[in-house]
């Protein structure tokens, strides 16, 4: 807010003559000062306190796998190794300080063979059986990467014959299993065994199978009107871009056109207690063309009084906003297309059979219904149903950590 008094120009020049001073300080060492603007919102939000550098923090709660064998999981599937990241990369203390130890364990992982891809239709009855033990490879996968990772300095000679070997021998049981459950109710599936060996593998590899050498190692790329430190921001890997400055695209204008770059600030991000949710709670599972119908959709934590047509300059605009209970302000949208293929997924082009966005000034942190009244659909066929959260200006809402669920769901029903 401006102020008119000269008192107040004459404090604000000797904080900006305050500023330069610490800010050219900081330059001659090297460093960045970010200067942001707090918006009056201040006292609902929580700073907790950055770690130290190089210091190995708890992670967020789920950020691990399931099995606890780690961050981060890869499995060969259809000709390349996919990563799994669990919290979005966060690691737990172990393998944080495992990475700065410097022995051969570091930056390597037990890679296997992808099981599940191989399966054929695993029958009804078998289908128990056979998760029980996919689990199991998956188990045995995550004990043979932390045995890696306290013993992978005593050679490869070691990791073979005392990793590898008994993992092999442990899958060949479980596969062994597998193929017995599916055998005894439906045909028998080929080829398991072959499955067995794993090798170890550079985790560094993001471009999926190089034949097993190792890949380069590369700079990150220095690019204009971006954070390029390869310190904290980026978690390391250097900011390419935080605006539109050096974007060769045109600016957006609030329209919905692609091809644009947003300027718009992301805005307001709530506790991940108050981070928006929603559930499609009843809905048919068949319908007739052109037969009306109904989604009943409960939402949490969404505050249903923001909505800035988009056909009328309001997309990406604003900012997200939160109330005084730190909710998220918005709308959601309910879609219904028609899918082509129940095996590809659709042209993200193609325009939705159905589609509404809701604003009724209700909502809020207790979970309430909306009915969706649906006219018919008018060709026949599978449709997708889905609702999602949107703030303001229709961004589907941000949460304060990368590995909670968005606010979306999504139901299929026969047209017939």
Same mark, same amino acid.
């Given at each position: 807010?401006?102020?008119?008094?000269?008192?107040?120009?004459?404090?604000?020049?000797?904080?900006?003559?305050?500023?330069?001073?610490?800010?050219?300080?900081?330059?001659?060492?090297?460093?960045?000062?970010?200067?942001?603007?707090?918006?009056?919102?201040?006292?609902?939000?929580?700073?907790?306190?950055?770690?130290?550098?190089?210091?190995?923090?708890?992670?967020?709660?789920?950020?691990?796998?399931?099995?606890?064998?780690?961050?981060?999981? @890869?499995?060969?599937?259809?000709? @390349?190794?996919?990563?799994?990241?669990?919290?979005?990369?966060?690691?737990?203390?172990?393998?944080?300080?495992?990475?700065?130890?410097?022995?051969?364990? =570091?930056?390597?992982?037990?890679?296997?063979?992808?099981?599940?891809?191989?399966?054929?239709?695993?029958?009804?009855?078998?289908?128990?059986?056979?998760?029980?033990?996919?689990?199991?490879?998956?188990?045995?996968?995550?004990?043979?990467? @932390?045995?890696?990772?306290?013993?992978?300095?005593?050679?490869?000679?070691?990791?073979?014959?005392?990793?590898?070997?008994?993992?092999?021998?442990?899958?060949?049981?479980?596969?062994?299993?597998?193929?017995?459950?599916?055998?005894?109710?439906?045909?028998?599936?080929?080829?398991?065994?072959?499955?067995?060996?794993?090798?170890?593998?550079?985790?560094?590899?993001?471009?999926?199978?190089?034949?097993?050498?190792?890949?380069? =190692?590369?700079?990150?790329?220095? =690019?204009?009107?971006?954070?390029?430190?390869?310190?904290?921001?980026?978690?390391?890997?250097?900011?390419?871009?935080?605006?539109?400055?050096?974007?060769?695209?045109?600016?957006?204008?609030?329209?919905?056109?692609?091809?644009?770059?947003?300027? =718009?600030?992301?805005?307001?991000?709530?506790?991940?207690?108050?981070?928006?949710?929603?559930?499609?709670?009843?809905?048919?599972?068949?319908?007739?063309?052109?037969?009306?119908?109904?989604?009943?959709?409960?939402?949490?934590?969404?505050?249903?009084?923001?909505?800035?047509?988009?056909?009328?300059?309001?997309?990406?605009?604003?900012?997200?906003?939160?109330?005084?209970?730190?909710?998220?302000?918005?709308?959601?949208?309910?879609?219904?297309?028609?899918?082509?293929?129940?095996?590809?997924?659709?042209?993200?082009?193609?325009?939705?059979?159905?589609?509404?966005?809701?604003?009724?000034?209700?909502?809020?942190?207790?979970?309430?219904?909306?009915?969706?009244?649906?006219?018919?659909?008018?060709?026949?066929?599978?449709?997708?149903?889905?609702?999602?959260?949107?703030?303001?200006?229709?961004?589907?809402?941000?949460?304060?950590?990368?590995?909670?669920?968005?606010?979306?769901?999504?139901?299929?029903?026969?047209?017939?």
């Amino acid at each position: 807010m401006r102020r008119s008094t000269r008192a107040s120009r004459s404090s604000g020049n000797s904080r900006s003559k305050r500023l330069l001073a610490v800010v050219g300080t900081l330059v001659v060492f090297g460093g960045v000062v970010a200067v942001t603007q707090i918006s009056s919102a201040q006292d609902r939000r929580t700073n907790k306190p950055r770690p130290a550098a190089g210091q190995c923090v708890e992670p967020s709660p789920g950020a691990t796998a399931p099995t606890g064998g780690g961050s981060t999981s @890869r499995t060969w599937q259809n000709g @390349r190794w996919v990563r799994n990241h669990w919290g979005d990369g966060q690691q737990s203390v172990p393998e944080c300080e495992d990475g700065k130890d410097g022995t051969v364990g =570091t930056g390597t992982a037990i890679a296997c063979p992808d099981v599940t891809a191989k399966l054929p239709q695993v029958p009804d009855r078998a289908r128990a059986e056979v998760d029980r033990n996919l689990a199991q490879l998956q188990t045995q996968i995550a004990e043979a990467d @932390r045995r890696l990772a306290a013993e992978g300095n005593k050679g490869e000679a070691f990791i073979r014959s005392a990793i590898l070997q008994p993992l092999a021998g442990k899958r060949r049981a479980v596969l062994d299993r597998i193929t017995t459950a599916i055998d005894r109710v439906g045909p028998r599936p080929q080829g398991l065994a072959q499955l067995a060996e794993c090798q170890v593998q550079p985790t560094n590899n993001t471009g999926g199978n190089n034949g097993g050498g190792t890949t380069p =190692t590369t700079t990150p790329t220095t =690019t204009p009107g971006g954070n390029n430190g390869g310190t904290a921001p980026g978690a390391g890997l250097g900011v390419l871009a935080n605006d539109c400055d050096e974007s060769r695209l045109q600016p957006h204008d609030g329209f919905q056109n692609g091809n644009r770059c947003v300027s =718009t600030e992301f805005g307001e991000v709530g506790a991940a207690a108050n981070n928006p949710s929603l559930l499609i709670t009843q809905f048919p599972q068949q319908v007739g063309q052109n037969q009306a119908f109904t989604l009943r959709v409960s939402t949490r934590n969404l505050v249903r009084d923001r909505f800035l047509a988009a056909g009328q300059g309001g997309y990406y605009v604003e900012s997200s906003l939160l109330n005084a209970q730190g909710l998220v302000r918005g709308h959601f949208h309910t879609a219904c297309r028609m899918l082509d293929s129940l095996t590809a997924p659709p042209e993200p082009q193609e325009v939705p059979a159905f589609f509404v966005a809701t604003e009724d000034g209700r909502g809020g942190a207790q979970p309430d219904e909306v009915t969706i009244q649906i006219p018919g659909l008018a060709e026949s066929g599978t449709a997708q149903c889905s609702v999602w959260a949107g703030d303001g200006s229709h961004r589907l809402p941000m949460m304060e950590r990368a590995n909670q669920t968005p606010a979306f769901d999504s139901v299929r029903i026969t047209v017939n």
